[in-house]
């Protein structure tokens, strides 16, 4: 069965805190992606990935860093989390035809509260 | 660049009825894809049924169906016989082909549905 595993379902951290968000599929596949869901505003890409130590700049990459050292495992780091970084945050990730599928593959989801 | 727009936020509809939620976009490439993805409470956001735009033929899975209106842009979701396990929110999505450009999907906003026993 496809998976794709975020490792914390919610987190509360401090302003100015550092935080790893981590993202585990067990599928193989080549791209991986960091979305951000707000209410009212759908999903918004901050960054993917189509290869081990690649990276792309999605809509909205500012204050955030991403990090794939493993085919499996892609990171979304907060440098310094800010209260406007509130937000639920998904992992997806998909196979090498994705271009013409535009099918992901979607984690349940990090629910980030920083006060 | 792309927009994707569902103009109703909430819905709800009656167990076993059929609803339709709305979808329009707006893009000035001819050939395209558009996506019907799923996110039920809780849980996982799923791949719910996908258009391709040289296609006339309107996509159908099971329960779910499109109308497919290219002219107008237009890209509705019907769900016939719905059941509880319909409540969800729905994305609609738009994705344009390899070669044109960036090929990511653009997310609507999403249309919260409710089906009430």
């Known amino acids: 069965d496809v998976k794709v595993t975020q490792s914390s379902r919610y987190l509360v951290k401090r302003t100015g805190e550092k935080v790893f968000l981590e993202c585990v599929q067990d599928m193989d596949h080549e791209n991986m992606f960091w979305y951000r869901q707000d209410p009212g505003l759908g999903l918004r890409l901050i960054y993917f990935?189509?290869?081990?130590?690649?990276?792309e700049k999605g809509d909205i990459p500012e204050g955030y860093s991403v990090s794939r050292e493993k085919k499996e495992r892609f990171s979304l780091i907060l440098e310094s989390a800010s209260t406007n970084q509130t937000s639920m945050y998904l992992c997806?990730?998909?196979?090498?035809?994705?271009?013409?599928?535009?099918?992901?593959?979607f984690g349940e989801g990090s629910r980030l509260t920083v006060l | 660049a792309q927009t994707v727009t569902q103009s109703q936020p909430e819905m709800s509809v009656q167990e076993a009825e059929t609803v339709t939620l709305s979808c329009t976009y707006d893009t000035s490439e001819n050939n395209y894809y558009l996506f019907w993805y799923k996110q039920p409470p809780s849980r996982q956001m799923i791949l719910v049924i996908r258009?391709?735009?040289?296609?006339?033929q309107n996509a159908t899975e099971n329960r779910f169906s499109v109308n497919f209106q290219k002219a107008a842009k237009s890209f509705s979701l019907k769900i016939s016989d719905s059941q509880l396990g319909d409540t969800a929110m729905y994305f609609c999505a738009f994705m344009s082909p390899p070669g044109a450009g960036s090929y990511q999907l653009t997310f609507g906003k999403g249309t919260k549905l409710s089906v009430i026993p």
């Open positions: 997806a990730s998909s196979a090498a035809d994705y271009a013409n599928t535009g099918e992901l593959f």
């Open positions: 258009q391709e735009a040289y296609k006339q």
């Open positions: 990935s189509y290869d081990v130590k690649m990276k």
